[in-house]
């Protein structure tokens, strides 16, 4: 039995647009002699477009881990508008998409579809071949580019943060475009994030910030200067490492690789181990933000693995050129049953990626599995944080769950508290490409405040010292409420 609903279609559109137009032409009932196969696997018919012959499309879910969408369009999109419109369509009215045999011509795409499949597994399986030498190279050139991160660094240090201008954060721009030719691209956004602290909204050099403002900028400075130090020591003793080992592998055991911008491909993690079979994911939150860093739109999705609630990221980059051709993510609101799981190196709220997937509706039986693994301690959790965040490249803002008794004011500030009565200061602030939240929580149920679950992430005041946590969504017996959207 074929199931698809309004928010699978949603999600497979590869833009806003697509999903927009594709809905639009399901409305205008553009779509004639739609069928669906005897198995219920295939959705094909005729959608007509401008012209005279009207175009072939269909929607094979024989894998339904891997849908593949055919359509004659000439559109450079996977699925495009007519293959969109084709399953809003039979959303609308199944009824009218009749039985019928595939066609001839779909079906030898589909055997041959099955074909790539099997090759492309077996593939998966042979040891890569990588070019030594070439790989030498390039970590020498990595270590040179640490060399000139290091002396660039050291600048920043002699400089001063408070004599900071506009010629010198031009300069650092200039020189840290060196980092990217050295293989080195973490190192680069990293230097950028230290001078976009000293920009406006225009992202020019700001001269007019105001005391308080500063204060909080020279914090925030201060952290990333010991980052930069932190990514100069280690990277080079990463390095070294690795040309000392005649495999040359990356290190797996820290997130270093990923800092410098070592591309993780999914045959690497899976001969580290990083692979794990048979998970099943609830999306948290989302959000897409503009990363002028990195130079790349970023959609980050916030994840629980439902057997062992432990808190996940994906990271979708699409690069300034090429934002056209590469599918937008979005929100996801069933639970993404994966069979092999690939989790990059790292400690919290580690990268995953998977090939396929496949989906099932959300059950009373996830919203448990979530509060019995959320975190009802919180001075034990807060002492954890503390000690990770002395590392200087460890994960600054970690995502985690928590069990409260309830949420309240105190004082006018909203305070989240645990069973023993153990309180932590709720806060609008966070990473910037996170909405505020904490004035929607008025609006909220009242039984939403007391003894659920809070999707949450910390944060250290460095000038307070003080932990902090930001509310992206509060989870209860039968729904999630996303506070971030």
Known sequence: ????????????????????????????????????????????????GSGKVPYDCSCDFSRPESPVHRCSCPSRLFPCKHCI?????????????????????????????????????????????????????????????????EQMTQNLVRIGIGNMNAKSVQEIEERAKQLGDAYLPGAQAALRSYTSLFASDNGDFNDSISASSREAIYSDALDQLARLSAMVKQGRSYLEKRLADPELKPETDSGIAAWL??????????????????????QLAFNTHDDAAR???????????????????????????????????????????????????????????????????????DY??????????????????????????????????????????????????????????????????????????????TESLCNQTLVGRFRHDLDTRRLEVKPLGIITEHEIIRLTL
């Open 1 to 48: 039995m074929l199931t698809l609903d309004e928010s699978y279609v949603d999600a497979a559109a590869p833009n806003a647009d697509a999903a927009k137009n594709g809905r639009a032409l399901m409305l205008k009932k553009r779509f004639l002699n739609c069928h669906i196969s005897n198995d219920q696997t295939l959705l094909f018919g005729q959608c007509q």
């Open 85 to 149: 419109g084709l399953m809003y369509a039979y959303l609308q009215n199944a009824k009218v998409f009749t039985v019928a045999d595939v066609p001839e011509a779909l079906q030898s795409k589909r055997e041959k579809a099955e074909v790539r499949a099997e090759k492309k597994k077996e593939e998966s399986t042979k040891p890569k071949k990588v070019n030594k030498s070439a790989l030498v190279k390039k970590i020498h050139a990595q270590l040179d580019g640490i060399s000139l991160l």
């Open 261 to 282: 911008g070592h591309a993780w491909q999914l045959t690497e993690l899976q001969d580290a181990g990083l692979v794990q079979n048979d998970a099943e994911l609830m």
């Open 295 to 365: 130079l790349e739109m970023v959609d980050t999705g916030i994840w629980v693995e439902l057997l062992s609630g432990k808190i996940y990221t994906t990271k979708n980059y699409r690069p300034y050129h090429a934002l056209k051709f590469i599918k937008e993510e979005d929100s996801f609101f069933q639970v993404a049953q994966v069979d092999q799981l690939y989790i990059y190196p790292g400690e919290l709220n580690q990268r995953i990626r998977w090939q396929s997937a496949k989906s099932r509706v959300l059950e009373p039986k």
């Open 368 to 445: 448990a599995a979530i509060h019995k693994q959320s975190h009802a301690d919180f001075a034990t959790l807060t002492e954890s944080i503390k000690n990770n965040l002395k590392g200087p490249l460890s994960e600054k803002q970690p995502v985690y769950l928590l069990r409260f008794k309830q949420i309240g004011k105190i004082n006018e500030q909203y305070v989240i508290e645990d069973a023993a009565g153990n309180r932590i200061t709720l806060t609008d602030q966070g990473i910037p490409e996170e909405p505020r939240s904490l004035h929607l929580l008025p609006f909220l149920p």
